[in-house]
Structures are given as structure tokens and as C-alpha cells.
């Protein structure tokens, strides 16, 4: 798919949005295509960076939002140079951590009991 048939399937798909909103989309996207091609992407790869057509406009007009399949790093050509394409860590869970409050809490605690089974013993 090249660029004019990429931005007139867009075009025909948002075409239930105001005119103003629509044209504001399709001049963003059109806008990310240039950039793409200004740092040396080819139309096609540019293209296939912002996804298929139907989920774009998916999101647009139901409001849903469209997980990409990963993380598109910024790749920039410079003359003689490859790109290099990375992709984001994944995300560590967050770790609990005890505050020394309820450490403090937890050790008096045991220490009651402790104290309670030795008198018990008795």
C-alpha cells in the first residue's frame, strides 16, 4: 500500500468524524509518514510504523484503544550508518517492601507471644 492509497483509506474510513477532525488526523499521519521518509525509512516501512489502516481508524471513531504488537523505537538513518531498532525492557513488577514500622510491629508481636508461652510453661 503506498502513501495516497494509505491516506485516501483513512480518509474514507473517518468519514463518519467532523471534516476539521478528520483532516487534523490525516495531516498528523501524512506529517509522520515525511518524518519517516526525511530519516531515510522507505514509504512501505513507514507506512507499516503506524499500523494498519482499520485499527487506526478503529481507534478514531469507536474510541478504542489498539495495543501495538510492540514498541517502536525512533530509528534514524544517517548516511553510511544502519539503523538500530530497539525495543523497551520488559517492566519488572513492583516489589513490596514492609515498612520498619510493621517490622518493629511484627518482632513486638512475637515477642508477647513468646513471653506468654514461657509463662504458660510455668
Known amino acids: 500500500m503506498n502513501r495516497s492509497e494509505f491516506l485516501e483509506t483513512l480518509q474514507h474510513g473517518l468519514r463518519s468524524l467532523p471534516a476539521e477532525e478528520r483532516e487534523s488526523i490525516i ?3 501524512d506529517e509522520h509518514i515525511s518524518v519517516s521518509l526525511e530519516n531515510g525509512i522507505n ?3 513507514a507506512i507499516a510504523l503506524l499500523g494498519p489502516p482499520a485499527d ?3 481507534q478514531y471513531v469507536h474510541g478504542d484503544i489498539v495495543e501495538p504488537k510492540r514498541e517502536q523505537a525512533p530509528v534514524i538513518k544517517k548516511a553510511g550508518v ?5 525495543e523497551a525492557p520488559p517492566e519488572k513488577p513492583a516489589s513490596k517492601q514492609v515498612s ?3 517490622i518493629v510491629l511484627i518482632a ?4 508477647i507471644i513468646l513471653m506468654l ?6
Open 117 to 122: 508461652l514461657l509463662d504458660a510453661l510455668d
Open 43 to 45: 514509504e512501505a516501512e
Open 108 to 111: 513486638g508481636m512475637c515477642f
Open 82 to 86: 544502519a539503523p538500530i531498532q530497539t
Open 27 to 29: 495531516n498528523d499521519l
Open 100 to 102: 520498619p514500622f510493621k
Open 56 to 58: 487506526i481508524i478503529t
